[in-house]
């Protein structure tokens, strides 16, 4: 129910995993660890400062 709410509001991609997935294929993404990184920094300070 709270993925479909996220999803209908554009908080989240419906299918996380799968836009994860697609987004560390594609080498935007890269994961260390147990934690998810943009590798890209004017990606990340785009992200960081869109507003709420």
Do not use: C, T
């Not at 299918?15 to 260390?32: E, T």
């Amino acid at each position: 129910m709270a993925r479909l709410w996220l999803a209908a509001r554009r908080k989240q991609p419906l299918h996380l995993i799968d836009f994860l997935a697609d987004a560390y294929d594609r080498g935007v993404l890269r994961q260390a660890g147990a934690v998810w990184e943009f590798r890209h920094a004017s990606l990340q300070r785009h992200l960081a400062n869109r507003p709420h």
